[in-house]
């Protein structure tokens, strides 16, 4: 059992940075491939980006490239999503998830979430 926990979420204007991290626990967490979701108010759940176990095979979605980069540290079992050139579209709760060996659509454990809110 895996259990995710993010935190780093806020308010921050239009084109500004902003870090969301992610602590894993209860895991072998370099066996699970990790990424990050986000629903908006009235929308549903979309998938942000994901990252392999290895750190070689990442994943965007298009509105995100070159915006947006995750990364993980297997030592300190957290995974990041820096966002950067922030849009109010972006404005939404952020999850966390995993899933063993590589990134799914409905992965096996996720977070609570972190709001993200981005002001035009």
């Known amino acids: 059992q895996v259990q995710l926990v993010e935190s780093g979420g806020g308010l921050v204007q239009a084109g500004g940075s902003l870090r969301v991290s992610c602590a894993a626990s209860?895991?072998?967490?370099?066996?699970?491939?990790v990424g990050w979701f986000r629903q908006a108010l009235g929308n549903e759940r979309e998938f942000v980006a994901s990252?392999?176990?290895?750190?070689?095979?990442?994943s965007y979605t298009n509105s995100v490239k070159g915006r947006f980069t995750i990364s993980r540290d297997n030592a300190k079992n957290t995974v990041y999503l820096q966002m950067n050139s922030l849009k109010h579209e972006d404005t939404a709760v952020y999850y966390c998830?995993?899933?063993?060996?590589?990134?799914?659509?409905?992965?096996?454990?996720w977070g609570q979430g972190t709001q993200v809110t981005v002001s035009s």
């Open positions: 990252l392999s176990p290895s750190s070689i095979t990442t």
């Open positions: 209860g895991g072998t967490f370099r066996s699970y491939a």
């Open positions: 998830a995993a899933n063993p060996i590589a990134m799914t659509n409905s992965p096996r454990y």
